[in-house]
């Protein structure tokens, strides 16, 4: 049994149009919605990681009641 391949080739004119079509169909890039995203990540992981300093603050904080060591 034979494979039959078939290929199918842009002529220049279609390559054309298809890149033109493209370029005009891309979308202007905008910095600030990137920005304000990075901006709320940033700010979350650093609420999160003062929180989680908070309550290893807490903990040693018990912890050395109970054990009645010196934090």
């Excluded at 049994?1 to 080739?9: G, Q, S």
């Excluded at 990540?41 to 060591?69: H, L």
Aim: with cysteine; hydrophobic share 45%.
């Amino acid at each position: 049994m034979t494979a039959m391949i078939h290929t199918a080739r842009l002529t220049d004119a279609m390559e054309r149009d298809l890149m033109r079509g493209a370029l005009e169909n891309q979308a202007n890039a905008n910095p600030m919605p990137l920005i304000k995203t990075l901006s709320r990540a940033f700010t979350a992981f650093y609420s999160y990681i003062a929180e989680v300093n908070a309550a290893m603050n807490c903990a040693r904080a018990t912890n050395a009641k109970y054990s009645g060591s010196q934090w």
